[in-house]
Structures are given as C-alpha cells and as structure tokens.
Nanobody, 115 residues
Framework: QVQLVESGGGAVQPGGSLRLSCAAS?????????IGWYRQAPGKQRELVAT???????NYVGSVEGRFTISRDNAKNTVFLQMNSLKPEDTAVYYCRYTGRGDYWGQGTQVTVSS
C-alpha cells in the first residue's frame, strides 16, 4: 500500500505561481514507476497534467507545456509540480498518482486561479 499526500494548493491570481508537492510513503527510487499529476475541474473529467518516470522522462498535456514543470526528489520520495503563468482554466483539484507496484491516488489539493 502506498499513501500519497499532496500539498501546496491554494488561491492565486492569473499569472501567478504555485508549487505542488506529492509525498509518497514508499521509496520511489529503485523500482520502475511513473508518478503523475492529474486534475479535475467542476463538471469535467479528470485529465492528465504531467508525468515523470523513474528514469526521469517527463510528459505534459499540451495546455501546460512551457508553463508547468514536473520533477522528483528521490531522496525525499517527493514529486513536485511547479506551475507558472497560471490561468483561470487551470482551476481544479490536482491529484497525484503513483503507478508501479500497484496504482494509487492521493486525496487531491485545490488550486483556484481567479482575480
């Protein structure tokens, strides 16, 4: 069983920045896995935002390319999502997902972008 705890969400004005963190209860290095950030806006389906593999390969949805950066700190068993130039359409609950020895989701953290 892997627990994932997200943090760093909040309210920010358009153009602002936030840094989300996803802390895993297991060692994220030394095994093949992919950790990703997903988001779900009200009335919409959950969508992929970005993923990073244990080998460091990253993948982004087109709408965040160039604005968001996903990274991982294996020593801290934590994955980060740096979000810059935030837009109102980025407003959603952001979830962390671990796929490796099993498939696990965090509880989510709210991000609100509004003036």
């Amino acid at each position: 069983q892997v627990q994932l705890v997200e943090s760093g969400g909040g309210a920010v004005q358009p153009g602002g920045s936030l840094r989300l963190s996803c802390a895993a209860s297991t060692t994220i290095s030394g095994s093949i896995n992919v950790i990703g950030w997903y988001r779900q806006a009200p009335g919409k389906q959950r969508e992929l935002v970005a993923t990073i593999s244990s080998g460091g390969r990253t993948n982004y949805v087109g709408s965040v390319e160039g604005r968001f950066t996903i990274s991982r700190d294996n020593a801290k068993n934590t994955v980060f999502l740096q979000m810059n130039s935030l837009k109102p359409e980025d407003t959603a609950v952001y979830y962390c997902r671990y796929t490796g020895r099993g498939d696990y989701w965090g509880q989510g953290t709210q991000v609100t972008v509004s003036s």
